[in-house]
């Protein structure tokens, strides 16, 4: 599977972006999509997820519950990540990741086999 994602770019605290993820290749066997970031110096760490099947169930990590949303669209195999009120510490690089699991909890970086290049979210104060 490969992953395209787009929609990084510089904005001010409170601003919004909205990042895309296009699935394409071998997505058969594609059960969940999810985000993750990396800031300099710091590990990776979960965004958001979501399950690829009738029910969408979405996770989201402590830091962004309540201004992050992520939704599917399932006949374009598009995963999207809508930020809001956005803050310095959001700055990162935001990558996404595709894999083979159907979660009924939060997922972790080892659930998920392919993965984008990242693209880069800047929020200035």
């Known amino acids: 599977v490969q992953l395209q994602a787009s929609g990084g770019g510089s904005v001010q605290t409170g601003g919004s972006l909205r990042l895309s993820c296009a699935a394409s290749?071998?997505?058969?066997?594609?059960?969940?999509m999810g985000w993750f970031r990396q800031a300099p110096g710091k590990e990776r760490e979960f965004v958001a997820a979501?399950?690829?099947?009738?029910?969408?169930?979405?996770y989201y990590g402590d830091s962004v519950k309540g201004r992050y949303t992520i939704v599917i669209d399932n006949a374009k195999s598009t995963v999207y990540l809508e930020m809001n009120d956005l803050k310095p510490e959001d700055t990162a690089v935001y990558y996404c990741?595709?894999?083979?699991?159907?979660?009924?909890?939060?997922?972790?970086?080892?659930?998920?086999?392919?993965w984008g290049r990242g693209t880069l979210v800047t929020v200035s104060s």
């Open positions: 990741a595709e894999g083979p699991i159907l979660f009924f909890r939060p997922p972790d970086r080892t659930d998920f086999r392919s």
């Open positions: 979501i399950t690829w099947d009738r029910r969408n169930r979405t």
């Open positions: 290749g071998s997505t058969q066997g594609t059960s969940s």
